[in-house]
């Protein structure tokens, strides 16, 4: 006896599989059939080395090689283009008896990531700016009393 249920809604309660635009999860069974994608929900369903899945990846070498690796069982990262923006693709498996049965890549968008950095960035040139000026300050102050005296 067997059952099937809906890959979409099973995958969407650990994570977005509807907005290429921010963070989301493509996963795969042990064939290399699409169960789940944010990027394209019509690629769900069809095996990512075929032709539809290929063309929509413009034949991305470093995705292929990244989603080669990952169905092979050697979990990995890479940061690649295929036309929709820059990302950033990290591999992960799904164990079931020390068996590998499903495959998630998280993709994230990297100008979501550069944004994050940016504000860390833009805090510690206030934070180094504002030293300087308090330690020019002090500076200032301690070489008016000295030459006073």
Not at 53 to 73: C, P, V
Not at 117 to 144: E, G, M, P, Y
Request: hydrophobic share 45%; glycine share 6%; no cysteine.
């Amino acid at each position: 006896m067997g059952t099937s249920i809906r890959t979409e809604s099973f995958f969407a309660h650990y994570g977005n599989i509807n907005n290429i635009n921010s963070q989301f999860l493509v996963a795969y069974n042990k064939d290399g059939i699409i169960l789940a994608n944010g990027a394209n929900q019509t690629l769900v369903g069809q095996n990512f080395l075929e032709a539809a899945t290929q063309a929509f990846i413009r034949d991305s070498q470093i995705l292929n090689n990244l989603t080669r690796d990952l169905l092979q069982g050697n979990a990995r990262f890479a940061v690649y283009d295929y036309g929709k923006g820059e990302r950033l693709t990290t591999g992960h498996l799904i164990l079931m008896n020390d068996k590998p049965i499903f495959f998630i890549q998280v993709v994230t968008p990297t100008s979501q990531i550069y944004s994050i950095v940016d504000n860390v960035l833009s805090i510690q040139k206030i934070r180094i700016f504002s030293f300087f000026v308090a330690a020019s300050t002090v500076a200032i102050v301690v070489l008016i009393v000295l030459l006073r005296k």
